[in-house]
């Protein structure tokens, strides 16, 4: 039996219904627009269902001053089933790799599901039942209001206004039937957990705006304040022993509550000139001050300077047009709302309810980490614009990393947040565009050729603190490695040379490639788009699940052989990293345009 088939066989189609209307007279415009979509999953009982409006209007309230509103409503529903990783066997992979196709474990004819004889859960049986559902409600709405304080005829200073709210409220089902076999032996069969989170995120922008024109030269200034607010509020209720056929999470033997909130204030202000000489230079400067209520010194802002050029060279030698541009800023990405805090969690001791800190300890000191970057790009089209091209090389020195360190246990903590090191990245992007119907005329074809290319790469220059591992199971199963001189995308494993993990591979690519083709023909259109990616590396543990479950493809040649698994836990993880090199046609796109009056 193919139960890969069979469990992801279903068709996962896709439909999208889109519906919008827009209109207005010189003073008010506007914008309705609905959405509903209905995606299908490949598994049973899986899919994600979208509906959503839209209303936008414009308003000038006189000569001076003018109005914009914008309101989204979404309603989404996703039923996820049971992926990603398990330690009971319950998950579809887990369970696919311990099932040999030679056992028949598919539904009986009076409904109900066999015994699956060498795993904890039928996998089949569990899709077929197992409830794994999101339901959110969101409202998204920002206004601008735009107001002309003073114009003469070569400047004009404005006033803008701009808030906005985000909130959605989401509402999580999980229910395990007590009567699954996972369950039915437990002493308290079925599961049902309920979470409901709330979360709020508004923001407001006062600005000034002072536009200046002089012969030659114009002046465009900006000067403002920035304020943001992130509320966030989840309950989380699990509850075992479900009494059958019920699923309230008060219909059980016992149940456990969670509760969870984080809170966040942000407050900036900037500064910003740009200057625009004739057609060919532009300069730009600013700096931008924030702090936040994750940081630990709330009074003390953090400055961002920035500044920008480029120069319009236009026709030169064998260029249509060149532009030379380059840019130099800092920015800052703050700490986490607790890496401040050493967090409590509830504890009963002897009967008595109390507090223990958990095993993360916060830092007070926290602070934001610092990205300076630096830019250098070209643009530029020749022949007849036959060919145009942008070019960009840029450099990320980032200080004050903000890293979750292991901690030795006699501190009485097993981790704790850090600003504890610096790293240096570097990339390139290009992008090309051909337009070989500039040169040759094709009878009424148009051709359009778009290609893209960009590659980067990290290294940690500097750690404040011992090197450690992060973001895996364990390190014998593959992780990646934080310590200086590493890629921060280095994956390691049980490999080790001279005390040192050597490096099995890296997630990061050697680069993306991608090419489109756009051909049109009177009302016919037609596109493609294809993908490369060469390089980088992920860890392949559903290959060794089903090494375990004895269900690999090559278990003989590779498992029996000592090739994989030769021993648990590993001695070798390279088995199990894999290069992610690919080539994909990502679309395929056929549109025809219907005439004037008819559409």
């Known amino acids: 039996f193919d139960y890969e088939e069979i469990l992801y ?32 999953g490949i598994i049973k009982n899986t899919g994600y269902k ?57 539904q009986n004819a009076d409904g109900s599901f066999p015994t699956h004889p060498l795993n904890p ?79 709020l995120n508004t923001n407001l922008s006062l600005n000034l705006v002072h536009k200046m024109k002089m012969p030659g030269m114009s002046f465009n200034t900006t000067a403002g304040l920035q304020y943001e607010t992130y509320d966030w509020n989840s309950v989380f209720v699990h509850a075992t022993g479900m009494i059958p056929t019920q699923t309230n999470v008060d219909k059980a033997s016992s149940q456990a509550v969670y509760h969870d909130r984080k809170k966040r204030q942000d407050r900036g202000q900037f500064f910003q000139e740009e200057v625009t000489v004739g057609d060919n230079l532009y300069v730009a400067f600013s700096m931008r001050g924030d702090v936040s209520s994750t940081m630990g010194d709330t009074e003390t802002k953090e400055w961002y300077p920035k500044a920008a050029a480029s120069y319009q060279l236009g026709e030169v030698a064998l260029f249509d047009n060149l532009k030379l541009r380059g840019a130099w800023g800092q920015t800052g990405n703050m700490p986490q709302s607790k890496a401040k805090y050493t967090t409590m969690a509830s504890s009963n001791i002897g009967g008595i309810n109390g507090l223990v800190a958990s ?30 091209v942008e070019a960009t090389m840029y450099q990320q020195d980032i200080e004050d990393l903000i890293l979750l360190v292991d901690e030795a246990p006699s501190s009485g903590a097993s981790y704790s947040w850090q600003n504890g090191g610096e790293m240096k990245t570097s990339g390139m992007e290009l992008a090309l565009g051909l337009n070989p119907t500039n040169l040759v005329e094709l009878g009424g074809l148009d051709w359009n050729f778009h290609m893209t290319y960009y590659t980067n790469e990290s290294e940690v220059t500097k750690l404040n603190v011992d090197p450690y591992n992060y973001g895996g199971f364990a390190t014998f199963l593959g992780t990646y490695r934080i310590e200086e001189g590493y890629s921060p995308t280095s994956i390691v494993g049980s490999e080790m040379e001279n005390d040192k993990h050597v490096v099995l591979g890296n997630e990061n690519p050697d680069y993306r490639l991608s090419f489109r083709n756009s051909f049109s023909f009177g009302p016919v259109s037609f596109s493609f788009l294809v993908d490369h990616k060469e390089g980088g590396h992920a860890i392949n543990l559903a290959n060794l699940i089903y090494d375990f479950g004895g269900t690999t493809a090559d278990y003989e040649e590779q498992v029996l052989s000592g090739q994989r698994l030769e021993s648990w836990p590993l001695t070798r993880t390279a088995p199990y990293v894999e290069s992610t090199t690919y080539t994909m046609l990502r679309d395929v796109s056929l549109d025809y345009t219907l005439p004037e009056n008819l559409s």
């Open 9 to 40: 066989g279903e068709t996962g189609q896709l439909t999208e219904h889109t519906l919008s209307a827009i209109g207005g007279d010189e003073k008010t415009q506007f914008y309705l627009g609905g959405q509903y979509m209905d995606e299908g």
């Open 359 to 388: 095993s993360t300890k916060g830092n007070s000191a926290i602070k934001p980490e610092r990205t300076t970057e630096l830019e250098f790009g070209a643009d530029f089209s020749v022949m007849g614009g036959f060919a145009t």
């Open 50 to 106: 979208k509906m959503s409006g839209r209303m936008n209007v414009d308003h000038r309230l006189s000569d001076k001053a003018k109005l914009s509103v914008s309101t989204n409503l979404v309603r989404s529903e996703s039923d996820r089933g049971v992926t990603g990783n398990d330690n009971t066997n319950m998950t579809y992979g887990f369970s696919i790799g311990f099932t040999p196709s030679f056992i028949d474990i598919r």
């Open 121 to 199: 859960s039928n996998p089949l049986e569990t899709a077929e039942y197992f409830v794994n559902n999101e339901v959110t409600h969101r409202a998204l709405g920002s206004m601008k209001f735009d107001y002309n304080l003073f114009r003469a005829d070569n400047m004009d200073l404005g006033f803008l206004a701009v808030a906005g709210a985000d909130f959605y409220n989401q509402e999580n089902e999980v229910f395990i039937p007590p009567f699954l076999q996972i369950e039915s032996s437990k002493d308290e069969a079925g599961q049902s957990v309920m979470t409901t989170t709330d979360n």
